[in-house]
C-alpha cells in the first residue's frame, strides 16, 4: 500500500507564532512523518524543531533544486511513497506548491495514483485578497512583474485592460528589497482612479495591509521595508 503525501503550509512571516497558524491536525501530521521534501533544508530544519520534532538529525529532508529538478530526482525523492511511507512537502512561505516550487511532486503522485492531502493553512496571496476589498469573485496571480521596461509596460496595459474589461484583480509579489522601486513604478504608472492594495508582513509584528485610489497614494509618503509583500491592483 502506498503512503501519502502531504502539502504543508508553514509561516508566512517570521514573527508569526504557530498558533495563529499551525491546526493540531497539521500538527499531529508533522510529529509523524519522517520524510520530508523542502525548499530549503536548514529552515525546514528549525521550522520542524519549533514544532516539537525530535530527533531531527534522523529525518530523510530532501531539499529541492528548483533550477535543475530532474524527473530521476523527483522519483528518487518520492521513492517512500512506494513503500508505504508518508512524505510532507514544506513551502518556504505559506501553501506548498502556490507560487512555491513542489507542483511537480504532486503531478507524479497522482500519477502513481498516490493519495494527496493539501493541509489547511495560510496563504500570502488569498488573505491580501481577503483583507483588499477588491473584487474577490475574478483574480488572477500573476507572480512577479517583469524586469524589462519595455515588457514591464505591455504588462501593465495588459493588467489596466483586463481590470476594465471584466472588473478582475491583479495579484502580484516581489523581492522585499525591490519593493519601493514596484510601489513608485504602480503609483506613477496606474490610472487614477484604479485602487492599489500593499500588504505587508502579512501575520507578522510588521502586517500592513492598505487600499487606496492611485490618486490617494500620490498624496502620501509611503515607504515599505524589505518584507515580503503582496501588490493588488482593481477596480
Not at 536548514?42 to 524527473?71: M, P, V, W, Y
Not at 488573505?127 to 524589462?148: E, I, K, T, V, W
Not at 476594465?164 to 525591490?178: G, H, L
Amino acid at each position: 500500500m502506498n503512503g501519502t503525501l502531504y502539502l504543508v503550509p508553514v509561516a508566512l512571516s517570521t514573527t508569526s507564532t504557530l498558533r495563529q497558524f499551525l491546526p493540531d491536525y497539521n500538527l499531529e501530521i508533522i510529529l509523524k512523518t519522517k520524510n520530508f521534501i523542502v525548499e530549503n533544508a536548514r529552515t525546514a530544519r528549525n521550522f520542524l524543531s519549533s514544532c516539537g520534532k525530535e530527533k531531527i538529525q534522523n529525518l530523510n529532508i530532501q531539499e529541492i533544486d528548483k533550477h535543475n529538478l530532474t524527473f530521476e530526482q523527483i522519483k528518487t525523492f518520492t521513492d517512500p511513497l512506494l513503500n508505504g511511507e508518508d512524505i510532507a512537502i514544506l513551502s518556504e512561505s505559506g501553501c506548498p506548491c502556490v507560487a512555491d516550487p513542489g507542483n511537480l511532486f504532486v503531478k507524479y503522485a497522482h500519477e502513481k495514483n498516490i493519495k494527496v492531502i493539501p493541509l489547511v493553512g495560510p496563504s500570502s496571496m488569498i488573505l491580501a485578497l481577503m483583507a483588499s476589498g477588491l473584487n474577490g469573485q475574478q483574480f488572477s496571480f500573476l507572480g512577479y512583474f517583469p524586469m524589462d521596461k519595455t515588457e514591464r509596460e505591455k504588462k501593465l496595459q495588459q493588467i489596466i485592460k483586463n481590470i476594465n474589461t471584466f472588473d478582475s484583480t491583479a495579484i502580484f509579489i516581489e523581492t522585499p528589497y525591490r519593493n519601493n522601486q514596484l510601489f513608485q513604478f504602480l503609483i506613477n504608472s496606474l490610472p487614477h482612479d484604479l485602487s492599489l492594495c500593499v500588504a505587508m508582513d502579512i501575520t507578522g509584528q510588521d502586517e500592513s495591509i492598505k487600499t487606496k485610489k492611485v490618486k490617494d497614494w500620490k498624496k502620501i509618503k509611503y515607504e515599505l521595508a524589505k518584507l515580503p509583500t503582496i501588490f493588488l491592483i482593481g477596480a
